[in-house]
């Protein structure tokens, strides 16, 4: 696998067709609802709970959700795209840090010099590395008790695209801050963790409603996770200090983050990563 992809190589691909995407504006006679042969009239009682996650595990096709005032059709049924992108990113998050690896090294490299541009590494086990927050002077142990390459990736992505933000986060800038603060760059992995539980991305097929959209938005831009991921940090820095939250209160805040990620996913117009009402934190 190659290192992290710098934001220039990141080209965001537009596909339509099938299940992709598909949205109609409401027509002034009855909706037909995907997950069944029936039609509802719009305003029916039952149009309340089409898009319900109630239709999981259903054996249903396909199910309607009422998105800025059109019917959008989301599939438990993948399409080849859908399940390119998707393979991609499982393969992704099965790939070890391997210390040994060159392509590894040089994105562990990477990550220092675009979050210290001035100061020069003294080598990939060294104490500079605390300073990013991690737990020891060899950031690669932290990698194997977490998520993985993936989560380095992630930290990368993050620091060249977003590189105020970033260092906004890793500089402890903005709000009253506690005296016991979060480790930076540990807690960029345990948030990589934390996405890839909530989208249960192991899963074959969408078993949750959040991971059907998410595979909508996957299949729009194939940087939907890195994103999400970008979004999830400020979401979670954010909570952290108006909760005043201290070292010993991290799994909350991230139970916290998780739950306000997944209820801005479901929002009518939510649509891509960049239509997430927290998106507006990055800069």
Not at 85 to 114: C, G, N, P, T
Not at 219 to 241: N, P, T
Request: a neutral charge; proline letters at 4%.
């Amino acid at each position: 696998m190659e290192a992290a992809t710098t934001p220039a190589a990141a080209e965001t691909q537009h596909r339509h067709g099938g299940c992709l995407s598909v949205r109609t504006f409401m027509p002034p006679g009855p909706v037909a609802r995907c997950s069944g042969g029936s039609s509802q009239a719009a305003g029916s009682p039952d149009e309340a709970s089409c898009g319900s996650p109630r239709w999981i595990g259903k054996s249903l096709s396909c199910v309607c959700i009422k998105r800025k005032g059109a019917y959008e059709r989301i599939c438990v049924n993948l399409t080849p795209v859908q399940e390119q992108r998707l393979q991609r990113l499982r393969h992704r998050m099965k790939v070890y840090f391997d210390h040994s690896r060159r392509d590894h090294q040089e994105a562990l490299r990477a990550l220092w010099y675009a979050t210290y541009p001035d100061q020069e590494l003294e080598g990939l086990v060294s104490e500079q590395w605390k300073d990013m927050g991690w737990q020891g002077r060899d950031p690669s142990t932290d990698f194997s008790r977490g998520a993985g390459f993936i989560s380095l990736e992630n930290l990368l992505f993050f620091a060249k695209t977003f590189s105020a933000s970033f260092q906004r986060l890793l500089q402890k800038q903005s709000g009253n801050r506690a005296t016991w603060e979060y480790p930076f760059a540990v807690a960029g992995v345990n948030i990589t963790f934390m996405i890839m539980q909530m989208l249960d991305l192991q899963s074959t097929k969408p078993r949750t409603f959040v991971k059907a959209v998410f595979v909508q938005m996957l299949s729009e831009d194939e940087w939907a996770f890195d994103l999400l991921y970008c979004v999830a940090f400020l979401v979670m820095d954010k909570q952290w200090v108006e909760k005043n939250a201290s070292y010993m209160d991290f799994n909350e805040i991230l139970k916290s983050t998780r739950a306000q990620l997944e209820k801005e996913l479901l929002l009518e117009d939510v649509l891509r990563i960049e239509d997430m009402p927290s998106y507006r934190l990055l800069c």
